[in-house]
């Protein structure tokens, strides 16, 4: 497998650089920031990039970005990002779409070599290794940002017969419940999705918006 690795660290660079090379692949680059990184790739078109998160020219997230970059240039390179912690952003940006060929693993769990190997050829063959950290935060990400993630199972039924424009009696009467049942889901769907009372601003509206939008 021909592999471009991208590591600012120069003892981690090449302690990949021999992982690799003793585990019978082909190093065809090894850079130091994100900017040698794409070009790199562009250059050799390896079956496989190992990156790391932080790299120059900023020391943030230009390694994960870079990824992203050449996932969409090149989607047949396979990327394998390694990474202090999980950057949530990027990492949901980056494995929004096929995940084929696609991996990433925090540095603190690559403890045994027979297994990193195996992560890297996983990936470069066209599957996925994710560490179960990123899926967990990615997934935490994920609730955090639904709207109506907080709303029980009632809830979301009374705030979908509002967003077909019914009344709460009308309500009622299609949930078999009484008006007073429906103000009350009404009144905690306001108030779960922070929609206070408000000169000019219509709750129902509001929350229907929400609805909509997720």
Do not use: C
């Amino acid at each position: 497998m021909r592999i471009v690795i991208a590591e600012d660290s120069v003892l981690l660079r090449v302690g990949l650089t021999r992982f690799l090379t003793d585990g019978g692949e082909e190093i065809v680059a090894a850079v130091g920031d994100a900017v040698a990184l794409v070009e790199a790739v562009e250059r050799h078109r390896p079956d496989l990039a190992v990156v790391d998160v932080r790299m120059p020219p900023t020391h943030t997230d230009d390694g994960l970005r870079a990824a992203i970059e050449i996932r969409s240039r090149w989607p047949e390179v396979g990327i394998l990002v390694l990474s202090q912690y999980v950057e949530e952003r990027y990492a949901s940006e980056l494995l929004a779409g096929d995940t084929g060929g696609i991996g990433y693993l925090l540095k603190d769990r690559i403890a045994d070599v027979g297994d990193f190997l195996d992560a890297v050829r996983r990936v470069g063959g066209g599957g996925a290794v994710l560490d179960p950290e990123v899926v967990a935060q990615i997934l935490a990400r994920s609730r955090r940002s639904d709207p109506l993630a907080s709303l029980t199972p009632r809830e979301r039924e009374v705030l979908a017969l509002m967003a077909e424009g019914r009344s709460n009696t009308a309500i009622a009467n299609a949930l078999v419940v009484s008006d007073g049942a429906v103000e009350k889901h009404v009144g905690n769907i306001f108030q779960k999705l922070q929609l206070q009372p408000a000169d000019g601003d219509h709750r129902r509206v509001l929350a229907v918006l929400r609805w909509l939008e997720s």
